[in-house]
């Protein structure tokens, strides 16, 4: 059996915040959609965890499946985040994409616990080898 670890596609669920009802909310999916633009000018596929399945089966794989799940509201979300804003901060302020004011009420509104922070969808899929009667 081979199995793939977790790849995202940011493509299928951007946003940060699913509930976008506040500002600290529609501030949470503008920088991930920043975080995003960057990715992709860094030429990143924010469409890979879709294309596993295939990938797999094109690799002779049999028995080929996959599954989809985003977590909402975790403690691991919200580092996440924070960790990913303070790591590309420098970038995004360099490419315009945000500025420091709103970094710094995004980063805020993390750590006093506002957001319910979702990861963008995480794609396991697996497959086997087949056997010599398969082939």
Do not use: K
């Not at 360099?94 to 006093?112: R, V």
């Amino acid at each position: 059996m081979v199995t793939t670890r977790l790849p995202a596609d940011t493509a299928l669920q951007p946003l940060a915040c699913l509930d976008d009802g506040g500002p600290a909310q529609r501030r949470a999916n503008r920088l991930r959609d920043a975080v995003r633009e960057l990715l992709t000018r860094r030429g990143a596929d924010l469409r890979y965890g879709r294309t596993l399945p295939r990938a797999l089966r094109e690799a002779g794989l049999v028995d080929v499946a996959a599954a989809g799940s985003f977590p909402v509201g975790e403690l691991a979300c919200d580092r996440l985040e924070a960790a990913t804003i303070r790591h590309v901060r420098g970038e995004l302020h360099a490419a315009g994409l945000a500025d420091d004011t709103e970094i710094d009420a995004h980063l805020a509104a993390i750590h006093a616990g506002e957001l319910d922070l979702t990861l963008a969808l995480l794609i396991s899929a697996w497959g086997r080898r087949p056997a010599e009667h398969d082939r």
